[in-house]
Nanobody, 125 residues
Framework: QVQLVESGGGLVQAGGSLRLSCAAS????????MGWFRQAPGKEREFVAA????????YYADSVKGRFTISRDNAKNTVYLQMNTLKPEDTAVYYC??????????????????WGQGTQVTVSS
């Protein structure tokens, strides 16, 4: 059973930074791509960033490109999301996700099978 546990959310002023962490357990973490998604109140869940199994390739939504950085530490079974220059529109519950199949990168939510419980990020103006 794959388990994903996010941490690091909180309240921050616009222009500030946060780093989210997602600890994975239950299978060989280093074999699979990982992703981050977010869901704001009244909106659908949206893709934020994805990273390949090795960490050598990443992909970002246009809305966060240049401000957010996804990374992973396979020795610690953890994926990170460094968020800089935060904006009020970044306010959402952030989820990490893992697919149940091998592959390079996945950007669609239905390509992911396992989800964490989410961590709230609130950016005040």
């Amino acid at each position: 059973q794959v388990q994903l546990v996010e941490s690091g959310g909180g309240l921050v002023q616009a222009g500030g930074s946060l780093r989210l962490s997602c600890a994975a357990s239950g299978r060989t973490f280093s074999s699979y791509a990982m992703g981050w998604f977010r869901q704001a109140p009244g909106k659908e869940r949206e893709f934020v960033a994805a990273i390949s199994w090795s960490g050598s390739s990443t992909y970002y939504a246009d809305s966060v490109k240049g401000r957010f950085t996804i990374s992973r530490d396979n020795a610690k079974n953890t994926v990170y999301l460094q968020m800089n220059t935060l904006k009020p529109e970044d306010t959402a519950v952030y989820y990490c996700a893992a697919p149940n199949r091998l592959g390079y990168l996945f950007v669609e939510s239905d390509e992911y099978d396992y989800w964490g419980q989410g961590t709230q990020v609130t950016v005040s103006s």
